[in-house]
């Protein structure tokens, strides 16, 4: 698919406005390796949330998202801003796949230089046994540390918590 999909994600968008007055609509994207005019096709269909996950730590990325670039996810998330500044842009990560918790709190700094607005972080849990061990279960109150690390980064939204999921969405629509 030359545009990684992103007629799809347009289209998606396009029809859910088209059939649901004040539906919030939430894109959660790829990185369409990098191809900008993939990002302006979602962009310009104006999602209120255009969401792209992070989901580890630059040193944990060959390990976690083979075949992706941490740069590059930072990129899309700072160029759909660019794009269109009242669109909220989002992204998660997960905790407990060994990351150090500095690594944590600097991509918070490295997603809010990309002007995201909100994060969320949980807990990894090992789906199946072909995918990734745990490497840590975080007590709660480290959770509650990211929320604080978030606040003062200047998230306008942020869910830290073993349970929280990308998808993630308690009183986001809320002011």
């Keep these: 698919m030359v545009d990684g999909g992103a007629n799809y994600f347009a289209d998606c968008i396009d029809i859910l406005k088209s059939i649901g007055r004040g539906l919030k609509i939430e894109a ?31 040193r944990l990325y060959g390990k976690v998202r083979p075949g992706a670039d941490y740069n590059r996810s930072l990129e899309v998330l700072r160029y759909a801003k660019e794009l269109d500044n009242s669109i909220a842009t989002k992204s998660g990560i997960m905790a407990g796949l060994g990351e150090f918790r500095e690594e944590i709190r600097s991509v918070m700094k490295d997603l809010r230089k990309a002007d995201c607005d909100i994060i969320t972080i949980g807990q990894y849990l090992k789906p199946d046994a072909g995918c990734l061990k745990v490497e840590e279960f975080l007590e709660p109150a480290e959770f509650s540390k990211f929320s604080g690390w978030a606040k003062e980064a200047g998230f306008k939204k942020y869910y830290c918590g073993p349970f929280v999921r990308s998808s993630y969405t308690e009183g986001i629509w809320q002011s």
């Design 28 to 58: 959660l994207v790829p990185d369409f390796f990098g191809k900008k005019c993939s990002i302006e096709k979602v962009v310009s269909a104006r999602p209120d949330i255009f969401s792209h996950n992070l989901e580890t730590v630059p």
